[in-house]
């Protein structure tokens, strides 16, 4: 069982490039997060699905999009990629809503250049 | 002032030590309280969820929630190498509040053998 699998797992951009970040849950889970963890910051939300076809912005939402086709996948996208963005980013899923227990991916960790 | 306020540490015990981290937090809506540990290089892993003041115990893991001094507490008896980590506290307001989930900066554990 694989729980949140995300890709890739490391990453160097130049800045203006642009990428998505790839994230697949196996558990069946409606709820899926993506997070950005900086250095004793904690982890900030940045968008969230409650299920298929439907989205919401987190805390930190700006330069970055998202979709949800499927109940497992829920990509990342960067369209212009911007020093401020350097991160560890952080893909999750939950049965139930945004307070309820979350699985975590293991990251992916972002430079940009 | 953060909503959640936790020290970054290091915090180093030795072997066989109690281990004692705490969080501060600012907004009295917060009704869901979790415990996440953070392994190098990994996403974080969920240890302990309650929702009420009081404690709750697993194993060698006990939390704690003060509602009435905002102030919630793990502790990790006889503490293991394996429980050097970085650990998360959580806090979470409902949807009929806000449905705001807010993470701690995380606390640096090393028990050294």
């Known amino acids: 069982n694989a729980g949140v699998t995300q890709t890739p797992k490391f990453r160097i951009l130049k800045i203006g490039q642009s990428m998505t970040l790839q994230c697949t849950q196996d558990m069946n889970h409606n709820y899926m997060y993506w997070y950005r963890q900086d250095p004793g910051m904690g982890l900030k939300l940045i968008y969230y699905?409650?299920?298929?076809?439907?989205?919401d912005k987190g805390e930190v939402p700006n330069g970055y999009n998202v979709s949800r086709s499927t109940t497992e996948d829920f990509p990342l996208r960067l369209e212009l990629a911007a020093p401020s963005q350097t991160s560890v980013y952080f893909c999750?899923?939950?049965?139930?809503?945004?307070?309820?227990?979350?699985?975590f991916g293991d990251g992916t960790r972002l430079s940009i250049l | 002032q953060k909503e959640v306020e936790q020290d970054p540490g290091p915090l180093s015990v030795p072997e066989g030590a109690i281990v004692s981290l705490n969080c501060t937090y600012s907004n009295s809506a917060f009704q869901y309280f979790m415990w996440y540990r953070q392994y190098s290089r990994k996403g974080p892993e969920l240890l302990m969820y309650t929702y009420s003041s009081g404690n709750k115990e697993d194993g060698r893991f006990t939390a704690q929630v003060d509602k009435s001094s905002k102030y919630i507490s793990l502790f990790i008896r006889d503490s293991q190498p394996s429980d050097s980590a970085t650990y998360l506290c959580?806090?979470?307001?409902?949807?009929?509040?806000?449905?705001?989930?807010?993470f701690g900066g995380g606390t640096r554990v090393l028990v050294k053998p």
């Open positions: 959580a806090m979470c307001v409902g949807k009929a509040a806000g449905n705001k989930l807010t």
């Open positions: 999750a899923s939950s049965r139930g809503g945004l307070c309820q227990p979350q699985h």
């Open positions: 699905s409650v299920g298929a076809g439907i989205t």
